[in-house]
């Protein structure tokens, strides 16, 4: 293909009688009873954009749209056809995506998940063991269903069977049958076989299908193993067209604080960039249909061509990526990936990390805010001089919004680079996603006409020469040592990265915040021996629950990595420190290196000497108060943007 950056990501794929016009699928991900009152809504979450960004196919729930939940009801189908329109509104294919959990209302006007046996108690959709009747029953609804959604005009059909799908949980260690569907591999893959023929024959042989299957269902004694996963994609595959390699579950655990598989659904930078790969492959040597890789997270997109290339997939399919930067199919066919924006695996979109408390992206404000905030910044007719103090992650991201507004921008940093405290992603295999969003943030910043001052101590005098119609403060946090006898002995995290590779013997890391519990998490398993102290009862109690569950995940599995917690440091040593413990039993713990991660205290006087010089003048990031990217990147927008 001529000019072309990535020939095989931007090769066309037939799938029966449609053609995708690349191998990027946008997956499907609805946020429930969240979405209308905080976004412009069209079936899923940040769909508009997703639809407009380039992706060859792009697969829509049609979640909780219109007057009625039936998509094509007499009310419903007026949403569903704007929905349709809006799919396609770039030239992608409009994929549903169709149930594989078997449900049933009751007499009683209730709605109860079919389970293979008894209800597993672990899922917050309660149900009951279903017949082979009702399963039969279920799997003819769908079949009409399809049949309505190829006459209304979609392109295809994707089959979540997948997660804690009924197809998953016949594979699982939760079926006891005796019947036809339990037992052997043969008879636990029937009822899937059933059902992805049923939809066959609803809407012919030319019509494309894709099953999302799954890997397995996590690190649950239950789950399925990898094998069985293989056997049902084989046994289905006359049915279909391709499969979606997908992993874990949605819900299991029924309360957050019990979700052990989500994590491997929607991986944390705990997990490689490229989990499934090995199984992707795996499964393409094993069947003859394309095969589509789930939960593979990169900016990068020679990474997914290279994969194409080798023949280890045939496409990839996305989501959280796509909400860091919509447009990331088509940045990559202009052969412009440095403009991508990073997806920090942070998990915030994903609802169930906060419980619906902060559902956001870190680093794309339009998220969930179609409705208020603009694609493109529309340029102001009075261009104003506008100063930025620190280049930070909030201060860098606050210069290119002023900027892109039309204003005259000039950034002041005090030290030698931008990045500011993110500068630490340089070292430390758990940062990979946030240097490459610092990386993409001082590339803006150097393709852009902002003024950088670096090595510039920013003062009253210097910023008022500057003649400021807008100033905007971002001047960070330094780290808080608390008033322990012997602090002194104790290095802050945040200067230890640049020095990892010299930290032997053991380690004590003071404050199990996210900050120290990374570090030390890191420092174990490369072999040193580590503690850390913390007052509270939760190891980075701030963090989101995916962040702590898979956290808490690979801490399991690291002998060298220990936690003494609702325990305070008295005194640090200089080869140790003093600890007493919520019985007030006090301890001395030796120790070769001793690290201090206690939070950070925000710079506001060194943020407050600046107001009097513009009555423009607002304070963001970690100087207002510490917290995270997604907080700068906040406060940088809705700052800059209304200036």
Not at 172 to 181: F, I, K, L, T, V
Not at 595 to 622: C, H, R, W
């Amino acid at each position: 293909m001529n000019n072309i950056a990535y020939p095989s990501l931007f090769s066309p794929l037939q799938l029966a009688n449609a053609m995708l016009k690349n191998r990027i699928i946008s997956s499907p991900a609805g946020v429930p009873r969240a979405a209308t009152p905080s976004s412009t809504h069209y079936g899923e979450i940040s769909a508009y954009d997703r639809s407009l960004g380039g992706a060859g196919l792009v697969i829509n729930p049609i979640y909780g749209c219109g007057l009625d939940p039936d998509p094509f009801s007499k009310y419903g189908a007026d949403s569903t056809r704007e929905i349709l329109s809006v799919m396609k509104q770039s030239g992608a294919l409009a994929g549903f995506s169709l149930s594989g959990y078997a449900m049933k209302t009751e007499a009683d006007g209730t709605t109860v998940t079919l389970y293979p046996s008894e209800d597993p108690g672990c899922f917050p959709m309660t149900g009951r063991a279903g017949t082979i009747e009702e399963f039969h029953e279920f799997t003819q609804r769908q079949a009409q269903l399809a049949r309505q959604v190829q006459a209304f005009g979609f392109d295809l059909i994707m089959l979540h069977i997948s997660d804690s799908s009924t197809a998953s949980m016949m594979l699982s260690g939760w079926n006891q049958r005796q019947d036809q569907y339990g037992g052997s591999i043969e008879n636990r893959c029937r009822w899937v076989t059933e059902f992805t023929q049923a939809i066959r024959q609803a809407v012919g042989p030319d019509f494309p299908i894709l099953a999302r299957i799954p890997r397995t269902l996590g690190p649950i004694p239950q789950s399925h193993s990898e094998a069985d996963s293989q056997f049902m994609a084989r046994a289905i595959e006359k049915n279909v067209d391709g499969f979606i390699i997908y992993n874990g579950m949605d819900t299991y655990g029924v309360t957050i604080e019990n979700y052990e598989t989500n994590v491997h659904q929607q991986t944390t930078i705990f997990e490689p960039m490229d989990y499934n790969l090995d199984f992707a492959e795996q499964l393409k040597k094993a069947v003859k249909k394309p095969v589509f890789l789930n939960c593979g997270i990169t900016d990068d997109p020679k990474i997914p061509d290279q994969w194409i290339a080798e023949g280890k997939i045939d496409g990839i399919a996305m989501a959280r990526q796509l909400f860091a930067d919509p447009f990331w199919p088509k940045k990559a066919e202009e052969g412009r990936s440095e403009d991508i924006v990073p997806c920090l695996r942070c998990n915030y979109c994903y609802h169930i990390s906060t419980v619906h408390n902060n559902v956001q992206c870190s680093v794309n404000p339009r998220f969930r805010r179609e409705n208020r905030v603009p694609l493109r910044l529309e340029k102001t007719d009075h261009p104003k001089r506008v100063v930025v103090i620190g280049g930070g992650p909030a201060g860098l991201k606050a210069a290119l919004v002023a900027e892109e507004k039309g204003h005259v921008v000039t950034l002041i940093e005090k030290a030698e680079r931008l990045g500011g405290t993110i500068n630490v992603a340089d070292h430390g295999g758990y940062k990979q996603e946030l240097k490459n969003y610092r990386d993409y943030l001082v590339r803006q910043v150097k393709k852009s006409t902002i003024q950088v001052l670096l090595n510039t101590q920013a003062t009253p005098t210097l910023v008022q020469n500057l003649a400021p119609e807008g100033l905007i403060l971002a001047v960070g946090a330094k780290p808080w040592l608390p008033a322990i006898p012997g602090i002194e002995n104790a290095e802050p995290v945040v200067n230890a990265y640049s020095h990892f590779d010299t930290i032997q013997g053991n380690v004590i890391i003071i404050g199990g915040g996210a900050i120290g519990t990374e570090f030390g998490l890191e420092l174990a398993e490369n072999g040193r021996e580590v503690t850390v102290i913390e007052m509270g009862d939760t190891l980075s109690a701030n963090e989101n629950w995916l962040y702590r569950i898979a956290q808490r995940q690979h801490i399991e599995h690291c002998d060298q990595f220990h936690a003494k917690l609702k325990t305070s440091v008295i005194e640090v040593l200089k080869e140790g420190v003093v600890t007493q413990d919520e019985k007030g039993e006090k301890t001395i713990m030796n120790a070769d290196h001793i690290f201090i991660a206690a939070g950070m205290s925000a710079l506001k006087e060194e943020a407050f000497q600046f107001y009097g010089i513009t009555p423009n003048t607002v304070m963001i990031g970690d100087c207002r108060k510490p917290g995270h990217v997604l907080d700068c990147t906040n406060d940088a927008y809705f700052a800059a943007a209304n200036i």
